[in-house]
């Protein structure tokens, strides 16, 4: 079956504590992307990678690191977890842009800091 | 960073009632996509819009990107029980990779 899968689905940890998100997809896309959701802002885009070794800045990149040394996998990295990273995290692929680009969304992750 | 404004905010409807939202931005986009979230699900693509003036349907919905590219239009054709949900749009810029998303429309349906 196509998909995004991400671990861990629901997190809870303490401020400063090293944590890391792991994002895999099936479908041999290039263009892998990472969000954030929180309640009244929507969908906010933190890291972006077009391709293997090829990342760049979303809208909200702060706090974060990413790393996409194989096509398939595109972990989210906090390295000093803080509360207002208090949020719902996606990860998405798609396998191209211009007609067709589907973005296809993880089930998400849910990650309490305290 | 930069966000689309999305409207309304919240709607509650009675089932078979039609339903409207939009979505406008300060930039042009060259695409403009509308997602659906269900509850406790990441967002699945509705429809995707690629021209200035094109109107695309699928199914019940259909949706439209405006003329001046600043804006687009979703409408939901006699509404059932399955369209709850959160309604996304999001643009991007020709030439860019980066995905700018609304703030979501709630849609809650009444039966």
């Known amino acids: 079956e196509a998909q995004v899968t991400q671990n861990p689905r629901y997190l809870i940890t303490v401020t400063g504590k090293k944590l890391t998100v792991t994002c895999s997809q099936n479908?041999?896309?290039?263009?892998m992307s990472w969000y954030r959701q929180d309640p009244g802002l929507g969908l906010r885009q933190i890291y972006y990678?077009?391709?293997?070794?090829?990342?760049d800045k979303g809208d909200v990149p702060e706090g974060y690191k990413v790393s996409r040394k194989e096509k398939r996998n595109f972990p989210l990295i906090l390295e000093s977890p803080s509360p207002n990273q208090t949020s719902l995290y996606f990860c998405?692929?798609?396998?191209?842009f211009g007609r067709g680009e589907t973005q296809y969304f993880g089930p998400g992750t849910r990650l309490l800091v305290l | 960073g930069q966000q689309l404004n999305q409207s309304p905010q919240s709607m509650f409807i009675q089932e078979g009632e039609d339903v409207s939202m939009n979505c406008t931005s300060s930039?042009?986009?060259?695409?403009w996509l509308w997602y659906k979230q269900d509850p406790g699900e990441g967002p699945v693509l509705l429809i995707a819009?690629?021209?200035?003036?094109e109107l695309t349907s699928n199914g019940r919905l259909t949706a439209q990107f405006g003329i001046t590219r600043k804006d687009s239009f979703l409408n939901i054709s006699a509404s059932i029980p399955s369209d709850v949900g959160i309604y996304f749009c999001?643009?991007?810029?020709?030439?860019?990779?980066?995905?700018?998303f609304g703030t979501g429309t709630r849609l809650k349906v009444l039966a």
């Open positions: 479908m041999n896309h290039e263009y």
């Open positions: 990678s077009m391709n293997v070794e090829v990342t």
């Open positions: 819009l690629y021209k200035a003036g």
């Open positions: 998405a692929s798609s396998l191209s």
């Open positions: 999001a643009g991007r810029t020709s030439g860019t990779y980066k995905y700018i």
């Open positions: 930039s042009i986009f060259n695409t």
